[in-house]
């Protein structure tokens, strides 16, 4: 007799709040500056103060030190005074606080959405009762213009697995320190190597050029001399755009001590992911020692081209951020939670098709051969299938979940179970899905999809968070012995 395996859907939402909104600069281009400032600089004294009188009313309440936003967004800005011209030193603090808030802007970070969540156990594991685990989801949220982030959510699972979200804050808060990676010349030579290891004229200018340290900034200055003095073909084009791929995006962010995990958003910085950070799977990943840290691969995308990163922490106060370069530079990469003979292991889908599996001994340089272990082969799958976030080591092999499109560009969840030392191979597959859309799932931004960035186990069932139809977000908890079963005897669950 055959038989579903029994998913318990809870009554739990993460829906979008429009209310959340994040203080950021608001550009204008230099001439449309430029004119601002001039307005701003003729109203007398009396006038201004009235203006930003005003401004402080309506806003202190709604940011955390929004005076420190309107000093940082003032400096952006405050080279242009050259240029009407006006000496700084001659502004006053409220001058200058004035002008920042012209170039600043509300944005309500997940108006639109709030989806593709993933989940994994909080580093703060202490004070709790037995059967409870603290954990942290994360989601992507998005905004005006489909601008996405990464925004987060603590809550402490209890004995039963419903979730108990903390207090959601609304002082939300942009990293209070980004710093730049500065480059070294000899680490950064041995990594291009990696990638082009044969000697070219182009490849000898660049390396004349560099200096012992330098900037991002200073590399492209350098890209630019050299490409002006060499023959523009495609191997050198094409070098010097991976020259500065492999330069780009690399740095460190730090939020306030004082904000609760709730109000860290992790919005675009770099030029690579100025239209948004998509779907981060989060793994706690274990080292050779056992000690813990988190990992998030995600996609950023420039408006034109999407570039796959990493993302690492081990508070989530402090965050560094690198790309990933190699085969793997698709959509949907997910690193698995430990080493694998010695070797880091990601589940990627680098053909938009099929789930394959990479190796590599550097954790953002994935040159091997990625190698195909799963393709569509049931009709609820037939379109692709991909993962849905890290896999969950368990006894009987690797579970990984797996988002399918079927009929309908339906999406719906399966599960497989991979080999657990050569995780290369699958074991055992659902032949059916795991979950498809209810009534209440199917409507949404994108109808007909349920998606997950990741899950956990907790008290011997799994805890699966979903979206549901790029709009918003529930959980799902399952018997983890019954799915294992199941996928390793599909015969008797249909």
Not at 128 to 144: N, P
Request: charged residues 25%; hydrophobic residues 35%; negative net charge.
């Amino acid at each position: 007799m055959h038989k579903p395996v029994k998913v318990e859907r809870k009554d739990i939402y993460f829906k979008p709040d429009k209310k959340r909104v994040l203080a950021r600069f608001f550009s204008l281009g230099e001439e449309r500056t430029i004119k601002v400032i001039k307005r701003a600089l003729e109203l007398t004294e009396s006038e201004r103060k009235e203006v930003f009188g005003q401004v402080l009313r309506s806003y202190t309440k709604r940011h955390r030190s929004i005076i420190n936003i309107f000093e940082r967004n003032f400096e952006r800005v405050s080279y242009l005074l050259e240029k009407i011209p006006f000496p700084k030193e001659k502004l006053s603090q409220l001058d200058k606080l004035l002008i920042g808030s012209y170039f600043t802007m509300e944005y309500s970070i997940e108006s639109a959405a709030l989806f593709n969540p993933s989940i994994v156990e909080h580093p703060d594991q202490t004070e709790l009762f037995k059967g409870e685990k603290r954990v942290i989801l994360s989601f992507r949220a998005t905004g005006e213009g489909h601008v996405s982030s990464i925004v987060f959510r603590a809550g402490t699972l209890d004995l039963d697995n419903n979730i108990h979200i903390d207090y959601i804050g609304n002082l939300l808060d942009k990293p209070i320190q980004v710093k730049n990676h500065r480059y070294h010349k000899e680490s950064f030579l041995k990594k291009m190597n990696e990638l082009h290891a044969e000697p070219t004229e182009v490849k000898t200018k660049l390396e004349e050029k560099l200096t012992a340290t330098f900037t991002y900034e200073e590399l492209k200055r350098y890209i630019d001399e050299v490409r002006q003095d060499s023959e523009e073909n495609l191997e050198n084009i094409t070098f010097l755009q991976q020259a500065l791929w492999l330069a780009s995006s690399h740095y460190e962010m730090t939020f306030s001590l004082d904000t609760s995990i709730s109000e860290r958003v992790i919005f675009p910085i770099a030029d690579t992911e100025k239209r948004g950070i998509e779907d981060a799977r989060f793994v706690q990943f274990k080292d050779e020692k056992g000690e813990s840290v988190y990992y998030a691969t995600y996609t950023a995308y420039d408006g034109f081209s999407i570039l796959p990163k990493l993302l690492t922490t081990k508070d989530f106060y402090h965050f560094k951020v690198k790309p990933i370069y190699g085969e793997i530079a698709n959509k949907g990469a997910a690193l698995f939670p430990r080493k694998i003979n010695g070797r880091y292991a990601m589940l990627c889908r680098i053909d938009g098709e099929n789930n394959y599996i990479a190796y590599s001994h550097n954790i953002n340089i994935w040159q091997e051969t990625a190698i195909r272990i799963q393709q569509p082969e049931y009709a609820y799958e037939f379109v692709q299938i991909g993962n849905c976030g890290s896999p969950i080591e368990t006894q009987y092999g690797w579970l990984i979940l797996t988002h399918a499109v079927g009929p309908m560009r339906e999406y719906v969840l399966g599960a497989a179970l991979l080999d657990l030392d050569n995780p290369h191979v699958e074991i055992g597959r659902l032949h059916s899905p795991l979950m498809t859309p209810n009534d209440e799932e199917r409507e949404g931004y994108v109808p007909n999809v349920i998606y997950s960035c990741g899950a956990l186990v907790h008290n011997e069932q799994l805890i699966l968070p979903y979206a549901m139809s790029d709009y918003a977000s529930t959980y799902a908890t399952i018997n983890l012995e019954e799915l294992l079963l199941a996928i390793l005897n599909p015969e008797r669950y249909q």
